[in-house]
């Protein structure tokens, strides 16, 4: 533009044309400069947005790579969490199965339960049936105790009585002053029997006279024994039921002038104290 303008200026009027097109020229030129200026800022502003682009798509790439860090994570949690859900399925199973047997187990006991119950029941009722059988049962032959308790029974009425209504009612079969083999008797000092529990026939026979034994031994056995106080007294008797002689003894006590005793067979004793 600036040659143009000289060569217009020395051509002279000849020039003016050029001239015309040498400010054309610089006008193109001023403005290509502006252009050139406009398009440079672009280019540096369009590189500094570039740059942040590339920051930015750095920071994005590192954030996804987090993330993708994370969903790998999370992946694996995953993973383990499903194998311990497998675990606690099979867990669960293992405890539903066991429930099911416990719960088996439960019912058969409470079946055995009501069986035992059932069985208790029937053995309680047989025992009553037993304990009503032994309690009618009753020894053929007395036994010491309940020698003594006649004697006591009759000591007891005597204390309500007077002498001469307690030897007779002694001897009265109502007054149950006998059972099975056992007699309650009331002797003299003579030997006289002046009682005998339910067998009047018996009054006024003597010790002296009872077959198969010594009876005087016997009457000084059961004096001494009474005058000392309350006890027993042995002795071998012939057995009316069977007629063999078996060992007796009779348990004696003083009352007023008479010698109250009650004899049971030694066998039945021993049978006791078994």
């Given at each position: 533009a600036?040659?143009?303008?000289?060569?217009?200026?020395?051509?002279?009027?000849?020039?003016?044309?050029?001239?015309?097109?040498?400010?054309?020229?610089?006008?193109?030129?001023q403005r290509s400069a502006a252009s050139a200026k406009e398009i440079r800022q672009l280019i540096v502003?369009?590189?500094?947005?570039?740059?942040?682009?590339?920051?930015?798509?750095?920071?994005?790439?590192?954030?996804?790579?987090q993330i993708a860090n994370g969903v790998r994570g999370v992946a694996a949690n995953m993973s383990l969490i499903s194998a311990s859900s497998a675990e606690q399925s099979t867990g669960l199973s293992e405890i539903s199965s066991a429930v099911s047997?416990?719960?088996?187990?439960?019912?058969?006991n409470a079946q055995m339960v009501e069986r035992a119950v059932a069985q208790a029941d029937q053995l309680e009722q047989r025992a009553a049936h037993l304990s009503k059988a032994v309690s009618s049962f009753m020894l053929q032959q007395g036994t010491a105790e309940e020698a003594m308790q006649l004697v006591d029974k009759a000591q007891a009425m005597r204390q309500q009585?007077?002498?001469?209504?307690?030897?007779?009612?002694?001897?009265?079969?109502?007054?149950?002053?006998?059972?099975?083999?056992?007699?309650?008797?009331?002797?003299?000092?003579?030997?006289?029997?002046?009682?005998?529990?339910?067998?009047?026939?018996?009054?006024?026979?003597?010790?002296q006279d009872i077959?198969?034994?010594?009876?005087?031994?016997?009457?000084?056995?059961?004096?001494?024994?009474?005058?000392a106080g309350p006890g027993w007294v042995e002795y071998n008797i012939g057995n009316p039921a069977n007629?063999?002689?078996?060992?007796k003894m009779s348990y004696v006590v003083k009352i007023d002038d008479l010698?109250?005793?009650?004899?049971v067979y030694k066998t039945a004793a021993a049978r006791q104290a078994a």
């Open positions: 600036l040659n143009a303008a000289v060569e217009a200026a020395r051509a002279g009027e000849q020039g003016r044309g050029f001239a015309v097109v040498a400010a054309e020229v610089r006008s193109l030129a502003a369009s590189g500094q947005q570039v740059e942040a682009s590339v920051k930015q798509i750095r920071t994005a790439g590192s954030s996804i790579q047997q416990l719960d088996e187990i439960t019912q058969r009585r007077g002498r001469d209504a307690f030897v007779r009612e002694i001897t009265t079969p109502a007054n149950n002053f006998f059972d099975r083999d056992m007699y309650v008797f009331a002797l003299d000092h003579t030997g006289v029997y002046r009682s005998f529990g339910g067998k009047p026939e018996k009054v006024g026979s003597r010790v077959p198969g034994i010594d009876g005087q031994a016997l009457l000084n056995a059961i004096v001494s024994q009474a005058e007629g063999s002689i078996q060992a010698y109250v005793g009650c004899g």
